[in-house]
């Protein structure tokens, strides 16, 4: 019985002691951004929600393997064929990250509009969800179907909080989380200072819209002779595949390692060019 005391008098202690020290590691790992998350958000600004990561691995898998039996077809070299098939497998989620990308242009100059229709409806007694509803009708009309499902779920549930949700889930934006997540605390704690965040943030986005729209124009020089440097080596390498005799020279293993060292270098070359002439792209930190 002496024994036992001091035991769980010290295994008290060591759980006192060990209740000082949080855990970081299981939040970070929470907040942690995959590839496969960067993707759906990616398609979901392409707007093209309704395809889905699954169906575009598919089609890409589905591009590649038509592009390397016409390729062996016309070329008869595996190592031209293959070359071009990861090419062409790579084509669509290039075009969707464009499309992407130029949507996210086009809804930058948006939301500054969608702010001031909150901001209007919410000074005219209006309550939040009335307003978001009311986008439905009078927002911009590349904005309105997500938020007529908005107002759809709010008519069929009344729950504000899992409604937000969703719309952030449908528009997959930085500046649509960050407006999401003032209209939730607003909620929440009420307060008279909404009208003044919606008027500051509106603010703000026009002013980095503006100043964004400037940097991109005088990088796409930048970006064009980026692309046209990767896509030069290639278009000579299609136009030698008309000639069957220019292509014996990459049936020898010289030839494949000459594809693959030149394949590697465009990919470093490209992404090198990028990166230094990248602008900073707004993480979805409140996703």
Not at 47 to 66: E, H
Request: proline share 5%; with cysteine; aromatic share 8%.
């Amino acid at each position: 019985m002496t024994t036992v005391i001091p035991l769980i008098l010290g295994a008290g202690l060591f759980c006192v002691w060990w209740s000082w020290w949080p855990r970081p590691e299981a939040a970070d790992q929470a907040r942690r951004v995959t590839v496969w998350d960067r993707l759906d958000d990616e398609i979901v600004q392409a707007g093209l929600s309704g395809l889905g990561r699954a169906k575009l691995l598919w089609v890409c898998a589905g591009c590649g393997a038509l592009v390397f039996v016409l390729a062996m077809a016309i070329t008869a070299v595996p190592a031209v064929a293959l070359a071009f098939a990861v090419i062409a497998a790579y084509a669509p989620i290039a075009w969707m990250r464009g499309r992407a990308r130029r949507r996210r242009a086009q809804l930058r100059d948006l939301w500054p509009d969608v702010v001031d229709h909150i901001a209007s409806a919410v000074r005219a007694g209006l309550a939040l969800p009335e307003s978001l509803s009311q986008l439905a009708i009078r927002g911009p009309e590349q904005l309105r179907p997500a938020f007529a499902e908005f107002a759809h779920d709010y008519r069929a549930t009344g729950r504000f909080h899992e409604c937000l949700d969703a719309l952030k889930s449908r528009l997959s934006d930085p500046v649509a989380d960050r407006l999401v997540e003032s209209l939730r605390i607003a909620r929440e704690v009420g307060g008279t200072d909404l009208g003044k965040l919606l008027r500051t943030l509106s603010s703000f986005l026009r002013d980095d819209a503006r100043t964004r729209s400037e940097l991109e124009a005088r990088q796409s020089w930048t970006v064009n002779a980026a692309r046209l440097a990767v896509a030069a080596p290639w278009i000579v390498l299609a136009m030698l595949a008309t000639r069957g005799d220019s292509l014996a020279a990459y049936r020898q293993p010289a030839g494949v390692a000459v594809l693959v060292v030149g394949t590697a270098v465009t990919v470093v070359a490209y992404r090198i060019m990028r990166r230094i002439g990248r602008l900073p792209v707004e993480a979805r930190v409140l996703r």
